[in-house]
């Protein structure tokens, strides 16, 4: 779980556009943040992962991150653009559907916010 100074850490990389490393799932995720939000009672993250244990993923994709599940957050120093990763997400998914393929990702809210 993420402790407070690392949660004001996390709320400035959103704000900044900053790529953070996050502990997830006994692995090392380096995410760009985007959002976070309540469901059902949790908290959440909205992030793309930019790399999984120092891996790039297959391709780019929004995704949905408990906060109790993050742990020992870690400012990267690089910056994102959210709305061009959010264009590249939306083409990769568009090209998705096209092939038969249905999305899981609500690219509207983040894009709002």
Not at 12 to 30: C, F, H, K, M
Not at 96 to 105: H, N, V
């Amino acid at each position: 779980m993420l402790s407070d100074r690392e949660m004001l850490a996390l709320g400035n990389a959103i704000e900044r556009q900053v790529l953070t490393s996050v502990a997830y799932n006994r692995g090392r995720s380096i995410l760009a943040p985007l959002q976070l939000f309540s469901e059902g009672g949790e908290a959440f993250l909205k992030a793309v992962t930019v790399a999984r244990d120092g891996v790039e993923p297959k391709r780019l994709k929004l995704g949905k991150f408990k906060l109790v599940a993050l742990s020992d957050l870690h400012l990267v120093g690089s910056e994102f653009s959210a709305a061009a990763l959010l264009r590249r997400i939306e083409a990769i998914e568009a090209a998705r559907a096209r092939a038969g393929y249905r999305s899981r990702a609500n690219l509207t809210t983040v894009a709002s916010a």
